[in-house]
Structures are given as C-alpha cells and as structure tokens.
C-alpha cells in the first residue's frame, strides 16, 4: 500500500492521528502544508490517499502562505484523480464564513443574522439591520481569531474610526448578530463521512473566542483533562466541554449540512440563543479537531474512527509512478513512515513553535 499523505501545519493537533496511524502500522507521509511545491504537469502522486488538515488559521503560526495554496493544490489533485479527504469544494467552505452561511440558507436552517462586508466602512450600516450586540468576525478565521464583539453603535463606529476593524486575511468580514448563550455554551457535533459521530458541549472561557476543542482543559464538572493534541506547555485555557447527545431533528440537519458541504471529515457548531430559545448554526469546520481526551469525555476514541474510515478510503493501488515530480515528492517531501518509524518527521521544513 501506497503511503496516506496527512497534508498539515500544526505541529501538535494531529499527534493522536500519528499515534494511531502508527499504531495499527499503516504507512504515512506528513506533509507540511507550509513549504510545500508540485508540478502541475505530473499525472500522478505516491499517495493511496491525500488527507487535508490544512488550517485556516495557519496565519496566526506565520504559514499564511498555506491558506490559498491548499486550494490550488487540492484542485490539481481532483484533476489527476487522486483521493482526497475534504478536497477543494469542502475547503473553500473552511475558507469562508460567508460561504458556510450560504450554504445553511440554502438548506433552510437557521443562523445568526449576519451581514458579508468587504470594507470595514460599510460594517455600521450593515449593523443597522441586526441586534446589538454584535461581532465581527474575519471571513477566514478558526480558533477564535478575527473576532471581536461590540456593545453599541458608537463602540463600533469609534472602533471604525480609528481604524481598528480588521477583516482578515481575504478582507472579507461577517457582521453578526450576538446571541446570548443559553446555559453559557454552545455545541459542537463532528460528523464522519455525513454521519453523526459526537458531540460536545463547549463552555467558552470568559471574553473567549477560542473553542478549539483540542484544547480543552477540564470537563464541565471539573475534571483535568490530557490534552494529546497540545503541545506540553500550551496554556490551560479555561475552556471546559462535556458529552452530549443533541435532539435527533438536530442531529438531521447536521448531517444534511455535512453532506452539502461535502465534509469527509468535519465539525458544526450551533448555539441555543437564549432570548428566543432556539438554535442556530454558525460554524462548518473541514479542520476537526477531536476533543481532548476522549475517551473520558465521550466514552470512545474518535482517532480510532477517523482512521477506520481513512483505511477504508485508501484503497488506491498504484502500480509505478513516474516523472521528475514524482520523484521530487518521494525525495524531498515525502517518506514514509514506516521506513522512519521514531522520527515521523513533518518533512521540508520544520514547523515554527506556536507564539
Ligand atoms: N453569533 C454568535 N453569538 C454568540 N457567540 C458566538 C457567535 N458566533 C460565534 N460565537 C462564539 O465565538 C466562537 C468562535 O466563533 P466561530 O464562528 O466558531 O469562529 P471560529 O471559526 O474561529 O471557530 C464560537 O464558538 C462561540 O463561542
Ligand atoms: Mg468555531
């Protein structure tokens, strides 16, 4: 079997898939998704499968530089009918929290009112339609970043004025209504293949937007968490999550989000605002991150299922590969694990630590 490329930045979040990639003896080559080339003329690639991890807050890490070309070479890989784990059409919609509410309006489900803004001059009168408070959100975030709440009027056009609305990396922002969280969280289901897999309540830590499950801390009641996917020093973040089972109308519209935004692998997430009671969603992930510790959270281990369904993806078998470009992959960005065992490298260049 040819090697499961896992394309990704991050140098910690995906050390539980390693573990178990390793563990069961399955060959993979990580590649780093942030010193990265290929030939747009090769018609083929050493890979059973290509798994897409890029984050799109690799820009907070200083890898920009991977946001755009993710999407450049997912395409190329589609082109020469390589398997893919989320491709292109499923990242565009990481890429873009304007896209993902599209997306929920044309299934018919509910999100926070929101406007698409591409000039932060525009954001008070896009403002004027909805309720404050409201956040401006970066349209390319993850982890919370780019995002930044105001009470009033006058406390976001002071913000504009000063210049201080920042829109992020494509200069495309969301205006958006801020709901009142009823119980203090909100939830993130993961889906699998547009399957249901978990859920979790996420209790934010105070003034944080931060959610990233990964870095969770402690259970609802208080329980310390192992965090495999943090690096050993990353900070405790306050952020605490317990299992949860949501409604199964709930779970339905999940799945159809899921299987819409042709998610292989992914996380959704909706909150109950609590001035009317109902839900809504306003984030698809492409990049999941399971919850740390799992097993004491949610009774089983997600890697476990997420390898599962990888090993049931990469199927492809590859009788030669040819080509100068081929070449360079095996030689300068690729090289199985198994023939590497201890260091497992992300190869090309090493990973810069997190600030
Ligand atoms: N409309 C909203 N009302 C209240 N809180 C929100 C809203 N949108 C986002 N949040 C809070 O901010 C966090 C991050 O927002 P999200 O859109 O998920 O961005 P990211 O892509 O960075 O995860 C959410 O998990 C939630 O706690
Ligand atoms: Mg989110």
Redesign the pocket.
Known sequence: MQPIAIFHEHPDWFKPLFAELERRGLPFVRLDASSHAYDPGEDDVPYSLVVNRAS??AYLRGHGQSTFYTLHWLRHLERIGIPVVNGSSVYSFELS?ASQLDLLEELGLPY?RSRAINDPGRAVAAARALRYPV?V?ANI?????G?VRYESEEALAGAVARGEVGLGIDGVGLV????P?RDGH?VRVETLGGKYLYAIK?Y?AVGS???CPADACQTANGIELVRGACAVDAPKTGLRVEGYTPPSEIVAQIEAISRRAGLDVGGI?Y?VDDRDGCH?F??V?ALSNFVADPLNVIGFDPWVTLVDYLESRATRRIPAVSGAATAFERSADASPVADHPAAAPLLSSPVSPLP
């Open positions: 799109p807050s929290k926070p956040l959100k975030g993850g982890s919370g970043a995002i958006q209504e801020s709901a969280l909100i996420v934010p937007f931060d959610l997430e909150l809504y306003y984030d992930n």
